[in-house]
């Protein structure tokens, strides 16, 4: 499995800051992933690779929305594939992160609360 790399709901909130202040040049995202062996009594690293979340294209970044909301990847893995701007890019990863979120909250209504309403009764004081 892919580890958790950063939170959804953060990078949302970061690319709208980006968005209200047009301030795309001066923030980047990187990663790096380094491979390691074990050699006697030290580590030797094998591989390195260098990822930047806005080359990634926002369409193929998994939200684990069980693990906290977070972004999972392996950076070896990660697509390096987008050639629009940052702002594109920061416009085109909140259309697919409100999108994803549309799609939990509806699932998580049919499932845990859709099969129950029809046992609960309410009170005066839920109504309103």
């Known amino acids: 499995m892919a580890p958790n790399i950063i ?9 709208v800051l980006m968005i209200d202040n ?3 040049d001066n923030i980047s995202i990187d990663y790096i992933e380094v491979n390691w062996k074990e050699k006697g009594n030290s580590l030797t690293a094998t591989k390195a690779f260098h990822g930047n979340l806005f080359k990634a294209n926002p ?7 069980a693990a906290a909301m977070q972004i999972q990847f392996h950076v070896c893995e ?5 050639n629009g701007t940052r702002e594109e890019w920061t416009r085109h ?8 979120a549309k799609m939990r909250c509806k699932k998580m209504h049919d499932t845990y609360i859709k099969p129950f309403l029809r046992y609960i009764r309410y009170s005066a004081l839920d109504k309103g």
Not at 59 to 65: G, H, S
Not at 93 to 100: E, G, M, P, Q, R
Request: net charge positive.
């Open 7 to 15: 939170s959804a709901y953060k990078l949302a909130k970061t690319c």
């Open 22 to 24: 047009n301030e795309f």
């Open 59 to 65: 369409e193929t970044l998994y939200i684990n929305w």
């Open 78 to 82: 990660l697509n390096q594939s987008w």
């Open 93 to 100: 990863y909140l259309n697919i992160f409100v999108k994803s």
